[in-house]
């Protein structure tokens, strides 16, 4: 399989995964994300789009089980992409957004790609960031 297949089918939902209402507040940030500099303006018309019209696109986040303090099992839930999505709802004070939970990904190297894969496609990511994910990459993750 190719980098650009598997990309493919990392990238967009299946048709096994279902769409979910989770809570902003148990969405953490993905530790891998490329994305450096978030630009304030662009931020705010995304929030005045997403007032508007709602979250058009589900985020994609993993699913974890951690046990909470005193006792029993809380879900967590890591960011893989729509981290401009996430901000721009948090601006906007929404409590909860559609999420796609991506089973399987739990890899802090599939997380990157992932990561790498959305923003590269996308365009927007600005060289230095680019450059900055790729070195992560190989770094982290002893790739050449």
Known sequence: MTGEQEGARFAEPTKYDSVFWVEVD????????????????????????IRQYGVLQPLVVTRSEMEKPGG??????????????LRASKL????EVPVV?????????????????ENLQREDLNAIDRAKALAQLVEAFGLS
């Open 101 to 117: 939970i991506r089973a399987g990904e739990q890899s802090d190297k599939m997380k990157l790609e992932l990561a790498i894969i």
């Open 92 to 95: 906007i004070g929404l409590k």
């Open 72 to 85: 029993g099992i809380q879900a967590a839930y890591e960011l893989i992409a729509g981290e401009r999505r």
């Open 26 to 49: 148990r969405i953490h940030p993905n530790p891998y994300q490329p994305r450096k500099e978030f630009d304030e303006e662009r931020l705010k018309a995304l929030a005045d789009s």
